[in-house]
């Protein structure tokens, strides 16, 4: 049996991060970039009015109020066809080229127009080089812009499209399939009879994966004989991440275990120090990565966050593989029972300025109905034997919490 860290590290250093490919910058959101990307033009590109106002020649209003004639008027889109002197000034609007011989922009609130509009009255003085962006200033061309394994959010396209790049090379996405084993499994569409369950478990899993990407396929639920397992694991690993569960424990007819192995599966841990998911099976063939998770509900949902996860992060391309963790001020006392780092559900909120946490009521990793009042795992580490109230605690975030 091996840490939850190193079981970590073994899937990280194993899996491999996928190809780069061309996409087009609208198909580009939640993609992690391939290449850096540099700019290919000053930003601003012209020395740009940062007010609504006139451009004006600082020196020329020492002594306000001055007043100066207006020589033209400049929009945004505008390319300003004069070049301001002494006693002259131009109209000009936030965005707009800043006209030669203009130095400063003051602020329309600190003028006074005439009706005719062919003088304004300055009514403060004003520095050289006010309210009036750089050539530059921001970004100069040339200048890497957004680098190699960032994730593609809104402002990362606004950014490509800033800079020119229609299409972007990002890290190709990884196909998830997902396969449930047991005799005891019915289909959601079924009712159970008392000694059978729906198959939850594929679905839950499915949605986790596709909180990350798209191309994740439920393949069926496999019963506890071999031939029927070993027909689905081989469809399966037409994918590059296959995820079953159920059938790792110890029992007689958890067979999941025994098929990795004869078809020719790798397998680097069988079980992890970890509460929920200690039967964890994490095994390669080839490039494609396999998880064999324990089949309750919660362990299956816990392991896919600290394993699955970022073997999906990694294959994509991405620095960073985990969720957020955070310390929050613990509601209620744990007196912790085995020596296994435990992964509880609980519910984090932000109440007068701290962040709390408290476990949820659960029945242990069957219990599949109580993690819909969380929001968070609770990390309880190996050598904690009771926790008190008020004590900090480390936090795993999964959900949207308020």
């Known amino acids: 049996m091996i840490s939850v860290d190193k079981a970590i590290r073994i899937v990280l250093k194993k899996v491999k991060t996928l190809p780069s490919k061309k996409v087009k910058l609208e198909d580009a959101q939640g993609l992690c970039l391939a290449e850096n990307i540099k700019s290919d033009f000053d930003m601003p590109p012209f020395n740009r009015a940062a007010m609504d106002g006139y451009a004006v020649i600082a020196k020329n209003i020492i002594k306000p109020p001055v007043e100066l004639i207006v020589i033209e008027n400049i929009r945004a889109g505008y390319n300003p066809k004069k070049t301001v002197g002494n006693g ?32 304004v009255r300055i009514l403060k003085t004003i520095d050289k080089g006010s309210n009036i962006a750089k050539k530059g200033e921001d970004l100069r061309a040339g200048k890497r812009v957004l680098r190699k394994g960032t994730k593609i959010r809104p402002s990362e ?3 490509l499209a800033t800079v020119g790049s229609d299409t972007v090379r990002v890290f190709s996405v990884p196909s998830v399939g997902i396969i449930s084993t047991g005799d005891e499994l019915v289909t959601v569409s079924k009712k159970p009879k008392p000694w059978q369950i729906r198959n939850s478990n594929s679905y839950s899993l499915a949605a986790q994966a596709r909180r990350i990407i798209e191309d994740v396929e439920i393949l069926g639920i496999a019963s506890d004989e071999k031939n029927k397992i070993r027909n689905l694991v081989k469809k399966g690993l037409k994918k590059d991440i296959l995820i079953l569960s159920g059938g790792v424990s110890m029992g007689e007819y958890d067979l999941v275990g025994e098929v ?9 841990f069988e079980k992890v120090a970890l509460r929920p998911g200690k039967p964890t099976v994490f095994g390669k063939m080839g490039d494609k990565a396999i998880f064999a998770l324990p089949g309750n509900p919660v362990s299956t949902m816990v392991t896919f966050e600290l394993f699955v996860r970022p073997c999906i992060k990694k294959m994509m391309g991405f620095s960073s593989y985990h969720n957020q963790i955070l ?3 613990l509601e209620t006392e744990i007196i912790i029972k ?5 992964y509880r559900p609980a519910l984090l909120r932000y ?24 929001n968070c795992l609770l990390i309880i580490g190996e050598s904690v034997e009771r926790l008190k109230a008020g004590d900090s605690s480390e936090v795993l975030l999964i959900d949207d919490f308020n």
């Open 260 to 268: 990795l192995k004869d078809l020719g599966i790798t397998i680097f």
């Open 351 to 374: 109440v007068n300025s701290k962040w709390k946490v408290a476990p949820v009521e659960w029945h242990g990793s069957g219990d599949l109905f109580s993690t819909t009042k969380a």
């Open 327 to 329: 310390f929050a001020e």
């Open 338 to 342: 085995k020596k296994r780092r435990e």
């Open 157 to 159: 396209i606004g950014v």
């Open 88 to 119: 002259q000034a131009a109209k000009i609007m936030t965005g707009s080229v800043v006209p030669k011989g203009a130095d400063a922009v003051i602020k329309v609130e600190e003028t006074q127009s005439f009706s005719d509009n062919k003088k």
